[in-house]
């Protein structure tokens, strides 16, 4: 299926954003007028909360929160909205719900919050320097920040119970617009440089620095993990395939700039500048 919008809809500041997200029924799809629920069936709209959005959204257990003037909690199944708090800022990040709340950041002035599934805020952290999107992996959330930006930055682990830091390790600058990837064991960063880029991976436990690799560009961007291997695009125009011991498998050249990858079943897509790709995974 496909969902289209008009002209006119386009005349009421209908501006869709990219960066969507999933359950198993519906399709969440930001835009500067508000957020559309699709359903994942048909496409059809499912409901439509009127708020001006300014980064996309989180989705756990029947909630999806969304950063707009407030920060909004959303029924999924109704499009109700259970509560709103005062964010006090416009520069925030892609929000990272579970179960029991939500957590993001005020990328500007590096202070992540968390707030419980009832609306109360639990605990602040001031990181003091620009940060990205948080990532939940169990009972820690991994923040990374860029304390000069192009050069270097700082990967948290911080108790999702009290926001205490549980440990801290110096990186190279994170890609403003990525995040943590965590898996079982680990924590992967897509960074950027002054010359070039890096990909590294850290032990969940302590931040010890596992493996990393160097690009020959600028960007390495957000890696895909799957069960063994790690994918990833960078602005050297290519795709990356990675061990999880960060042993370099593959790599394939583009023609241009590759952003973010999403691994499937039996394929990797990719997307750059002029194409889509999907391209089979050994």
């Keep these: 299926w496909k969902t289209e919008y008009s002209e006119n809809d386009f005349d009421r500041r209908l501006c869709l954003g990219s960066d969507i997200a999933v359950d198993n029924d519906r399709v969440y799809v930001p835009g500067c007028d508000g957020l559309r629920a699709l359903r994942r069936s048909d496409g059809e ?3 439509f909360v009127d708020s001006t959005l300014r980064q996309g959204v989180g989705v756990s257990d029947r909630r999806v929160y969304a950063n707009a003037d407030d920060l909004l909690a959303i029924d999924a199944d109704s499009g109700d909205v259970v509560w709103r708090a005062n964010t006090g800022g416009d ?11 939500v957590i993001f950041t005020n990328r500007v002035d590096g202070v992540v919050t968390a707030f419980d599934i009832d609306g109360e805020q639990r605990w602040q952290h001031r ?5 990205r999107s948080p990532t939940i992996g169990a009972d820690t959330v991994y923040v990374a920040t860029s304390t000069e930006p192009g050069r270097t930055g700082r990967l948290l682990a911080l108790n999702r119970s009290d926001g205490s830091v549980r440990w801290a390790v110096d990186t190279p600058s994170p890609k403003r617009g990525t995040r943590p990837v965590v898996d079982d064991d680990a924590v992967y960063l897509g960074c950027s440089g002054r010359d070039q880029g890096t990909l590294v991976a850290f032990d969940r436990s302590d931040g010890a620095e596992r493996w990393s690799f160097t690009d020959k560009n600028s960007t390495v961007y957000e890696p895909a993990v799957t069960a063994n291997m790690v994918y990833a695009g960078s602005n050297d125009n290519h795709v990356y395939a990675f061990s999880r011991t960060g042993e370099l498998r593959w790599q394939i050249e583009t023609n241009s700039v590759v952003g973010t990858v999403v691994a ?9 500048n002029q194409r889509l790709f999907a391209i089979e995974r050994p």
């Design 45 to 47: 709209q499912s409901w």
């Design 264 to 272: 499937g079943e039996s394929l990797l897509y990719a997307a750059n």
């Design 91 to 101: 520069r925030l990040t892609k929000p990272a719900a579970t179960a029991d709340g």
């Design 127 to 131: 990181t003091d320097t620009e940060t």
